[in-house]
């Protein structure tokens, strides 16, 4: 059981750093503080807001479907729980790796994507596999 709750503990952080990034997006994107994580200027921002707001729901829906997944993974069916948080952060890993192999200079913040989700997907798969 140790193993189940580390494994939604990490998905759960890996689901809190897409919430922040969907509101970075979605709804600070033309903001300065956005503008700051994203280094954009504001022109930028103003032209890309549709692509951002866009961008922003699928890091939020994606974080959706971990919290549903620990929440089922929770009442004790692990198939279907299982499932949802394995999407949601091997989703998350594939996409860090492509903001990392699009851009070097992307590390840190495919770093703090890739971490917990990865984490989290390989703690399940282990409690899973018991």
């Known amino acids: 059981m140790p193993v189940f709750v ?4 990490l998905s759960l952080v890996a689901a809190l750093v897409h919430v922040y990034v969907f509101v970075l997006e979605s709804v600070l994107w033309t903001r300065p503080r ?5 280094g954009t200027d504001e022109a930028t921002a103003r032209t890309t807001a549709p692509m951002a707001f866009n961008q922003g729901f699928y890091n939020l829906f ?3 479907e971990i919290v549903a997944g620990v929440v089922v993974l929770a009442t004790g069916n692990h198939a279907v729980g299982g499932t949802l948080v394995l999407v949601g952060t091997l989703s998350m890993v594939g ?3 492509v903001l ?4 070097r200079s992307k590390a840190r913040p495919a770093s703090i994507q890739i971490l ?3 984490l989290g997907a390989l703690l399940l798969v282990l ?3 018991r």
Request: glycine residues 4%; charged residues 10%.
């Open 6 to 9: 580390a494994a939604s503990v």
């Open 34 to 38: 956005a503008r700051a994580v994203f």
């Open 62 to 64: 994606l974080a959706i």
């Open 95 to 97: 996409a860090g790796v």
């Open 100 to 103: 990392l192999a699009s851009d």
């Open 116 to 118: 917990p989700a990865l």
């Open 127 to 129: 409690a899973l596999a």
